[in-house]
């Protein structure tokens, strides 16, 4: 039995010993590392890399699906200099970037902070929490059109309670766009969860040492839990901008989105750059146009993310690091 072990044990390094066993070895390992890896390959290229390409083609055609295609230069992306309803959906969206955003990230910020207490209830006040993300976008919507109703939702109840009138909400130019992001801070237990793994993970040998040196509770969040957070709050910071340039669901749904296309909200309010586009490639059937419009946008989201990630050198903290390079 132990000679028959050894024969079996020893084949493989004689085998491994020669270059012409080795290279013939790794060929067969290679082989076998692209028959597994040729499904996900051909996805790529067929589903995500092709279309990409395509798309790119078809901002400087006319192309509508139905008719004949032409080549039209640059004539697409001119267009959307002087298109005001280009201009309006920027405006927008850009709405969202620079308030919801932030607004966001400090609320999930102060509830991680407050869940990483050692308070009674904590496992029942963080699924609480994060339960709203689990609810479908449709389903959001249909929900807060209730909570939003000037008459009878639950908002202004409550403000009657204490005799105050309440806004019109959805109904209006001036409330529509700050009722989006009222709405987005309801399902900010994503990021708060994000951020609450990576307070527990602060050291606590760190904490106790400055609690000892006299630093009160802000100054070891300052100082200490912040930093250590900072990659995770460049990451849900990028987030965050990623899926407020493609805001759309609940906004097509609130605003009373039409199947011909028209204004998204009161007077557009609601009209963001993903709608607008949504409705030119697929109601108004202009796919030439709308893919010069997502290219734009492209080239838009790249230029905020990497003004990010220039802007994060100068206070973002990488453990063993003392500069980001």
Not at 98 to 123: E, T, Y
Not at 197 to 225: C, K, M
Not at 291 to 315: E, P
Request: proline share 5%.
């Amino acid at each position: 039995m132990i000679e028959e072990r050894k024969s079996k044990t020893t084949f493989p390094r004689a085998l491994l010993s020669s270059g012409k066993g080795r290279s013939s070895l790794v060929l067969h390992r290679n082989l076998w590392g692209i028959f597994f890896v040729f499904p996900w390959v051909i996805g790529l290229l067929g589903l995500v890399l092709y279309p990409i390409l395509l798309s790119l083609y078809y901002s400087f055609t006319n192309y509508s699906i139905v008719g004949t295609t032409h080549w039209v230069g640059l004539s697409n992306y001119q267009q959307l200099m002087v298109d005001p309803t280009f201009w309006k959906t920027t405006y927008n969206t850009l709405y969202l970037v620079i308030f919801m955003v932030p607004l966001s990230l400090l609320v999930a910020l102060i509830f991680a902070v407050l869940l990483n207490q050692p308070i009674r209830g904590l496992r029942i006040f963080r699924t609480l929490l994060y339960l709203p993300q689990l609810v479908p976008p449709v389903a959001t919507a249909m929900l807060w059109i209730w909570i939003f109703n000037p008459q009878f939702g639950m908002i202004n109840n409550i403000l009657r309670f204490f005799h105050i009138t309440g806004p019109l909400w959805l109904a209006s130019m001036e409330w529509a766009k700050p009722s989006m992001i009222l709405l987005h801070l309801w399902g900010v237990g994503g990021t708060m969860m994000i951020f609450l793994a990576g307070l527990q993970g602060v050291s606590p040998t760190l904490l106790e040492a400055s609690r000892l040196d006299g630093a009160n509770a802000w100054q070891r969040f300052r100082h200490i839990s912040f930093p250590a957070i900072s990659p995770l709050m460049l990451f849900n910071l990028i987030m965050g901008v990623l899926g407020a340039m493609q805001f759309f669901t609940q906004a097509y749904i609130m605003g009373g989105g039409a199947a011909d296309g028209g204004s998204v909200g009161p007077g557009g309010s609601l009209e963001f750059y993903s709608i607008y586009l949504f409705q030119l490639a697929f109601i108004s059937l202009r796919m030439g146009y709308a893919s010069s419009l997502a290219w734009v946008l492209f080239l838009m989201i790249a230029v905020l993310v990497g003004l990010l990630i220039w802007w994060s050198k100068k206070w973002i903290y990488y453990e063993g690091l003392k500069k980001w390079k």
